[in-house]
């Protein structure tokens, strides 16, 4: 059974060096989630810009939502950013959002209204990949191999994702209590999948806009962090199972068979 907070959503926004991007961030916000109980969680990653004071500019504001800040010394990478907010988020959903616009806070909003007005939907992951909505990718390669990451990840656990990569997700807060994540960097996308495909949870997808980043605009994950996914991927199939884990998603992957 979902646990009743009196927040019904939770909003975490990881942020490293997005001083760009943080006003028009949190403009949207206000737009989109300006809303008793709903708490955004900012989760500045140690930043050597000015993020931490523009973070600390609007802490200093009143919302009719609620508004909190961590602020970590080192950078620790995505992953570990996250796992800060989510151990203090009250939420009966928690939403994952990146801070570098990228993805529409437009489109947060709707899988937010979908999920808490079904009961039957745990999880929800954007896709960029869905819907004929407005699309624009910087880089083939960081593509491809996105693209080639959720192929691997479908075959290992038979499932039949489109986009394991995207960083906006939204599940209950059930969801969470049972799922446990390791990887500190970009790697935790893979992590949350798999955890919640281990758990038995269905993820839906719901097609979003994507506005890709350049390097030169402030994107962080390369080439490099998708090569890097591979091993993610090797390690949370074949080395973070137990044994009733692996009956569990070869079932799964049988059953999807038919």
Same mark, same amino acid.
């Given at each position: 059974?979902?646990?009743?907070?009196? #927040? +019904?959503?939770?909003?975490? $926004?990881? $942020?490293?060096?997005?001083?760009?991007?943080?006003?028009?961030?949190?403009?949207?916000?206000?737009?989109?989630?300006?809303?008793?109980?709903?708490?955004?969680?900012?989760?500045?990653?140690?930043? &050597?810009? @000015?993020?931490?004071?523009?973070?600390?500019?609007?802490?200093?504001?009143?919302?009719?939502?609620?508004?909190?800040? #961590? +602020?970590?010394?080192?950078?620790?990478?995505?992953?570990?950013?996250?796992?800060?907010?989510?151990?203090?988020?009250?939420?009966?959903?928690?939403?994952?959002?990146?801070?570098?616009?990228?993805?529409? =806070?437009?489109? !947060?909003?709707?899988?937010?209204? #979908?999920?808490?007005?079904?009961?039957?939907?745990?999880?929800?992951?954007?896709? *960029?990949?869905?819907?004929?909505?407005?699309?624009?990718?910087?880089?083939? &390669?960081?593509?491809?191999?996105?693209?080639? +990451? /959720?192929?691997?990840?479908?075959?290992?656990?038979?499932?039949?994702?489109?986009? $394991?990569? %995207?960083?906006?997700?939204?599940?209950? *807060?059930?969801?969470?209590?049972?799922?446990?994540?390791?990887? +500190?960097?970009?790697?935790?996308? =893979?992590?949350?999948?798999?955890? =919640?495909?281990?758990?038995?949870?269905?993820?839906?997808?719901?097609?979003? !806009?994507?506005?890709?980043? /350049?390097? *030169?605009?402030?994107?962080?994950? /390369?080439?490099?962090?998708? #090569?890097? @996914?591979?091993?993610?991927?090797?390690?949370?199939?074949?080395?973070?199972?137990?044994? @009733? /884990?692996?009956?569990?998603?070869? %079932? !799964?992957?049988?059953?999807?068979?038919?």
């Amino acid at each position: 059974m979902l646990q009743e907070s009196n #927040i +019904n959503l939770s909003i975490i $926004v990881p $942020v490293y060096n997005e001083e760009l991007y943080l006003p028009n961030l949190f403009k949207d916000i206000k737009i989109y989630f300006n809303e008793k109980n709903i708490e955004i969680i900012f989760v500045n990653d140690g930043s &050597f810009d @000015s993020s931490k004071n523009i973070l600390e500019d609007f802490k200093k504001q009143e919302y009719v939502f609620d508004l909190k800040l #961590i +602020n970590l010394k080192k950078n620790k990478g995505k992953g570990y950013a996250v796992k800060k907010g989510l151990e203090i988020c009250s939420g009966n959903y928690i939403l994952l959002q990146d801070a570098d616009l990228e993805l529409d =806070i437009k489109d !947060s909003k709707e899988i937010y209204e #979908i999920i808490k007005n079904d009961e039957k939907i745990q999880c929800i992951f954007g896709s *960029r990949y869905l819907s004929g909505k407005l699309k624009k990718h910087s880089y083939f &390669f960081n593509e491809i191999i996105g693209k080639f +990451n /959720t192929l691997l990840f479908n075959l290992f656990f038979g499932q039949s994702l489109t986009d $394991v990569h %995207c960083g906006l997700k939204i599940f209950h *807060r059930d969801v969470y209590n049972k799922i446990k994540l390791s990887f +500190n960097d970009f790697g935790l996308e =893979i992590d949350i999948a798999s955890q =919640i495909i281990k758990h038995n949870f269905y993820i839906y997808e719901v097609g979003v !806009s994507y506005f890709s980043r /350049t390097v *030169r605009d402030g994107k962080k994950i /390369t080439w490099i962090d998708g #090569i890097k @996914s591979y091993y993610y991927l090797f390690k949370v199939r074949f080395i973070d199972n137990s044994l @009733s /884990t692996l009956i569990s998603i070869i %079932c !799964s992957s049988m059953y999807m068979s038919f």
